[in-house]
């Protein structure tokens, strides 16, 4: 299987199945001499881990990871770092049984077009959300990179089914979002919508079934000036990483789609000038034109699908006896991913932005390098 790298210069590359002996991640172009803080990286973890919440799968793992290279006396060498988590709840018997029948909307049918029946099935093997937890580890590297630019960011849960939260929150204080998301089981900024949306994914995991929503992505401090046109564009590159997270099924910058129903005249951010410094009165452009960094918070809302494996009966295929069938699945599954997605999307954004400011120069090959010099 190729393509399992994204970045130029900071890359990321991701390997392991589900219920294969270990996932993880090996990150190449990391600048040396970065004071790495594990502890933020294993609670970047906990916050994606199973079994965390009464609305998450209930797959039980620790998600503890081990560092195979890259850091030596608790700093990067420069060389690449590979970090790697073992599976250990594995309960594969579940996937055995129903081995020849197509999950709706799940990877089954296409898998096995493109490899023939060799793709390892268990537990969803390569296409499992289970993979991101490499991508959760990468980013937490990212992210203390951005950290020492003073960049902050949130990914919150906006939307489940039809409860939604509208309010901006690009001018908020980031920090005190993140209290905020963290005492939320659904993940969302306001502890009342918070409410009815865990009552919603309780209610939906009761009737066996599932729910998708959106999750808004807010980065801050981000420098203007950062990425290029056409295609390796900022919004490319962001799309494409948040593409790679599975369950993903869009994503918009800004005003996004109701975009195409605006006229100019409401669409355009006004350009203004305070104390030297050029901004915008509002942001529908979501911090990036042409491709570029404005300055401006960049901000993007990402749908999410509902779990597909859902234990409803539904209609599909059994392709061992080529038959019309009604399936009920079994197995542990998420009611609904976006509680867990909210820190892959801020890990794939992160790693997105280090490697954009790498490739341009804007962070230094050698990072803290006091006592290497
Ligand atoms: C954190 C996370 C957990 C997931 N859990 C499940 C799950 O329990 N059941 C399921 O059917 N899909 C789950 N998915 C999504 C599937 O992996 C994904 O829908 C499937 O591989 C098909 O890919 P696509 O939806 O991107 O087309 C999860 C995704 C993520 C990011």
Redesign the pocket.
Known sequence: MADNSIGRKFRISSFGESHGKIIGVLIDGIPAGLDLNLEFIQNELNK?KPGQSKLT?ERKEDDEFTILSGIFNNKTTGAPICLVIENKDKDSSKYEKFKHIL?P???DYSALKRYGGFADFRG?GR???RI?AGFVMAGAIAKQILNLLDINMIAYTQSIGEIEDFENYESHDIRKLMEKREKSLARTLNPKISEKMELLIQNIKNQKDSLGGTIQCLVKNFPAGVGGPVFNSLESDLAKGIFS?????GIEFGAGFKSAKMKGSEHNDPWKVDNNSITTTKNDSGGIIGGISTGMPISFRVAI?P???IGKKQKTVDIKNMKNIELELEG???PC?LP??VV?VEAITSVILVDHLICQGKIPEIINNDEAN
Do not use: C, L, N, Q
């Not at 997270?245 to 099924?249: C, D, L, Q, S, T």
């Open positions: 994606r799968t999950r909307s799940h990877v969803s296409f499992s959300g991101t997270i599975p369950a993903v099924k699908k779990t597909a494996s542990r599954h998420d991913i867990r997605a892959i």
